[in-house]
């Protein structure tokens, strides 16, 4: 079956063309405008970034992205509420694409309350009329996808926002790679016979198990088994490198697919 067909039958609503296209949400996040002045010239002990789904996997790939460049502690909040440590000398990013995050909207406001310095990412919803009535900084981003498939917007408005700050240098060298890249993949991943939809076959009736590794690709190898969880519904599983050598590995020696029971 041509890809065409199987988009058609499988992605009525066509997000295969939305993730070809994450290109076009790069460069929009890449070119916005926005303001966050009043965050700069400070010196920060930690930062928070809120979020939930795919605004929290942001976070986590931000934190593999830049692992051997922040020299501040970056902590990711999928929750309620801020660690403790969190004060007046802590950068805050909430992140929630509709806005209307409770969990997100939750943090936005005890961040307030602790006098953390906040910049707000969202397309709206509550959470961007509480910042407006607040007067904290908003990057407003461009609506009209699904969460879970605005990881361009999401992604590289946080690292603009952590670049414009003043904590990490210019990133326009590599933002300018990945475009190029992301382009040319989604010519190869439109042809048939490509690598991925090998790949996709070859999964049919598994259970998939990805390994990544700690600082480096973990956010990749979870954002994967979350994309297979969501998108083909089938259940995935990940383990990171290298905590897994000193646990999970162990139940590979009496491993027996034969035994394996499920109720």
Same mark, same amino acid.
């Given at each position: 079956?041509?890809?065409?067909?199987?988009? #058609?039958?499988?992605?009525?609503?066509?997000? =295969?063309?939305?993730?070809?296209?994450?290109?076009?949400?790069?460069?929009?996040?890449?070119?916005?405008?926005?303001?966050?002045?009043?965050?700069?010239?400070?010196?920060?002990?930690?930062?928070?970034?809120?979020?939930? %789904?795919?605004?929290?996997?942001?976070?986590?790939?931000?934190?593999?992205?830049?692992?051997?460049?922040?020299?501040?502690? !970056?902590?990711?909040?999928?929750?309620?509420?801020?660690?403790?440590?969190?004060?007046?000398?802590? &950068?805050?990013? @909430?992140?929630?694409?509709?806005?209307?995050?409770?969990?997100?909207?939750?943090? *936005?406001?005890?961040?307030?309350?602790?006098? @953390?310095?906040?910049? @707000?990412?969202?397309?709206? %919803?509550?959470?961007?009329?509480?910042?407006?009535?607040?007067?904290?900084?908003?990057?407003?981003?461009?609506?009209?996808?699904?969460?879970?498939?605005?990881?361009?917007?999401?992604?590289?408005?946080? $690292?603009?926002?952590?670049?414009?700050?003043?904590?990490? #240098?210019?990133? =326009?060298?590599?933002?300018?790679?990945?475009?190029? $890249?992301?382009?040319?993949?989604?010519?190869?991943?439109?042809?048939?016979?490509?690598?991925?939809?090998?790949?996709?076959?070859? *999964?049919?009736? =598994?259970?998939? !198990?990805?390994?990544?590794?700690?600082?480096?690709?973990?956010?990749?190898?979870?954002?994967?088994? @979350?994309? !297979?969880?969501?998108?083909?519904?089938?259940?995935?599983?990940?383990?990171?490198?290298?905590?897994?050598?000193?646990?999970?590995?162990?139940?590979?020696?009496?491993?027996?697919?034969?035994? &394996?029971?499920? #109720?």
């Amino acid at each position: 079956m041509i890809i065409k067909d199987l988009v #058609k039958l499988h992605d009525p609503q066509n997000q =295969f063309d939305v993730l070809v296209k994450t290109y076009e949400q790069i460069e929009f996040a890449w070119n916005n405008k926005f303001d966050v002045s009043s965050a700069g010239n400070k010196k920060y002990n930690n930062m928070v970034i809120a979020g939930l %789904g795919g605004s929290a996997i942001s976070a986590d790939l931000i934190a593999n992205f830049l692992h051997d460049e922040l020299t501040i502690p !970056l902590t990711v909040v999928r929750g309620y509420h801020l660690p403790s440590f969190a004060d007046e000398n802590t &950068l805050l990013i @909430c992140s929630t694409y509709s806005g209307n995050t409770e969990e997100t909207n939750s943090v *936005l406001e005890e961040g307030y309350k602790k006098a @953390c310095t906040i910049i @707000c990412i969202t397309t709206g %919803g509550k959470a961007g009329k509480y910042a407006a009535e607040k007067q904290i900084p908003v990057v407003a981003v461009k609506a009209g996808y699904q969460p879970r498939y605005a990881l361009g917007v999401s992604f590289f408005s946080v $690292l603009k926002v952590i670049q414009q700050i003043g904590l990490i #240098k210019d990133q =326009f060298s590599y933002v300018d790679k990945i475009l190029k $890249l992301w382009k040319e993949n989604g010519v190869h991943y439109s042809a048939e016979n490509n690598a991925a939809y090998k790949y996709a076959e070859q *999964l049919v009736g =598994f259970v998939p !198990l990805i390994y990544s590794a700690a600082d480096l690709t973990s956010a990749v190898g979870y954002r994967f088994k @979350c994309q !297979l969880n969501e998108n083909s519904k089938v259940h995935a599983f990940s383990g990171v490198l290298p905590e897994l050598n000193h646990n999970e590995i162990i139940g590979w020696e009496t491993f027996n697919p034969s035994q &394996l029971n499920i #109720k």
